[in-house]
């Protein structure tokens, strides 16, 4: 598989993304990428949906990331990202 940053044909395997998806790695560049382009991201609904669920209706963060399996990191950052525009945490 050519890399998508540097096109060289030095990649191997490097374990899986989020959605299983092959995850390599360029021993030429050190980038990681997926073959298919397949981005970890997670759509706006679900994120509005979880930090709700944080911040407005009492669900624990323990709770959220064994449920959702998300990172604790994650959920804080998508926590700080709500309180600048929300109107009821302010």
């Not at 374990?15 to 390599?24: E, F, K």
């Not at 509005?48 to 064994?66: L, R, S």
Request: hydrophobic residues 30%; contains cysteine.
């Amino acid at each position: 598989m050519e890399c998508i940053k540097c096109t060289s044909d030095a990649t191997i395997k490097y374990g899986h993304g989020r959605a299983w998806s092959q995850r390599l790695l360029c021993t030429t560049c050190h980038s990681t990428f997926t073959p298919q382009g397949i981005r970890g991201t997670y759509s706006k609904a679900f994120v509005e949906m979880v930090v709700d669920q944080y911040c407005h209706q009492n669900f624990t963060a323990k709770n959220i990331v064994e449920s959702y399996r998300i990172s604790s990191r994650t959920l804080i950052a998508w926590k700080k990202k709500h309180q600048l525009w929300c109107v009821i945490c302010t």
